[in-house]
């Protein structure tokens, strides 16, 4: 009976030591793949609701490429606006906190 038990036990190690990877493919699956590309992403997100406001009223349908926000010496706050168009154009435009455009856009034709 012991015998039995003692066998049974060292199949059962022997079975589970069989089942973990081995230390070159626990490091292949950590591995993290090569980046593939870059992702578009909208930007609109960060821009406050009144700006983001004034963005989609100015430009409906228009992703939002790019924000820079701009905080001068009388702590007036600017967003300048990155914009590529339903049409494919690039388009900046300046806000202000309240979204109002704040100058004239620069619009560059689509490629």
Do not use: I, W
């Not at 089942?19 to 490091?27: G, H, Q």
């Not at 989609?56 to 706050?77: E, I, L, S």
């Not at 690039?90 to 619009?107: E, I, S």
């Amino acid at each position: 009976m012991m015998l039995s038990v003692t066998v049974a036990g060292a199949l059962a190690l022997a079975g589970c030591k069989g089942n973990k990877p081995s230390a070159d493919a626990r490091a292949k699956a950590d591995h993290h793949p090569a980046p593939e590309g870059r992702v578009t992403v909208d930007q609109s997100a960060v821009l406050p609701v009144d700006v983001r406001a004034g963005v989609q009223r100015d430009f409906p349908g228009a992703a939002v490429t790019d924000v820079n926000k701009r905080t001068y010496d009388d702590r007036v706050v600017r967003y300048e606006v990155h914009v590529t168009t339903k049409d494919g154009r690039q388009t900046t435009r300046v806000y202000d906190a309240d979204g109002k455009a704040a100058a004239m856009p620069t619009t560059r034709p689509a490629r």
